[in-house]
């Protein structure tokens, strides 16, 4: 009989048919969770079907400690197909000898694209033209120009990179902020690494590319977002910890904020109590979609299959998550 692998994440089937003969060589089986109304899997739906799997090829579900250790000694593996894991108690999985993957490179260049026009969408009001068009109003709506403008690229990772090479081109001064800060591709693209505090006084435009980490957790607060310069706009695609809503809240309504691009929020699905802020007229609200281009959904189940394959045979990962490296 063969080991079975849970797929979470739907994109595994767009490429199912031809990982099939090397699962089936391997011994494994891939399912996928019979109830598909949700996105992502919580704790209790984790616990009744993960026992008994040799791997997960997860989207950003419930893998607490709990689960972990209810699947232990079994699983062998969790391949996030993203790259994305603070939903993965990585320690626990350490403990019972389960590697976690991530699909690092996967999809920089869809959240890039998505990030970028979210700004242009920002910049010149084409959604609320959209909406306002639609519904029968003519009107013509005053935007701003990007040239000349200064965007501030906190986090300078791949993601970050792309987004300023992007940029350039639009004639848009890049500034950024990064704890390792890269100084060759800064001097490659022109870019001015900048502190903190001073890329929040000097930027137009704040597009938030970090991890979700205890010390990046609202690092757009009600603090920072009184150094930041009046009639700014926010981006974010990465991690929805990173903003304090009910300050974004209130900066969008004080006209501290001129606008917010989001797609990613403390909650997802978002409660109620997070309406307020996604229904703002200031703010484009999208539903974590940055990376779901085509291309890189099938880039990022090709990249966790080929990992399954190599803990299957008693390898090492190629991606393990940096505490497990």
Known sequence: ???????????????????RPRLEEAGLEVFFPADTSQVTLPEEALLRILPGCLAAVAMPDEYTARVIAAAAPTLKLIARSGVGYDSIDVEAAKRHSVWVTTTVGSNHDAVADYTFGLILALARRIVEINNETKAGVWKRFAGI??????????????????????????????????????????????????PFEQLLAESDVITLHTPATPQTRHLIGEQTLARCKRGAYVVNTARGELIDEAALLAALDSGQFAGAGLDVYADEPPTEAQRPLITHPKVIATSHCAGAAVEAQRRAAEMALEEVLRVRQGDRPRFPVPELA
């Open 1 to 19: 009989m063969p080991d079975r692998v849970l797929a979470t994440a739907r994109n595994v089937a767009m490429v199912l048919d031809q990982f």
């Open 145 to 194: 120009e990007l040239r000349g403008k200064t965007l501030g690229i906190v986090g300078t990772g791949r993601i970050g990179r792309e987004v300023a090479a992007r940029a350039v081109p639009f004639g848009l001064r890049v500034v950024a902020y990064d704890v390792y800060p890269n100084q060759e591709w800064a001097v490659q693209v022109g870019a001015t690494y900048l």
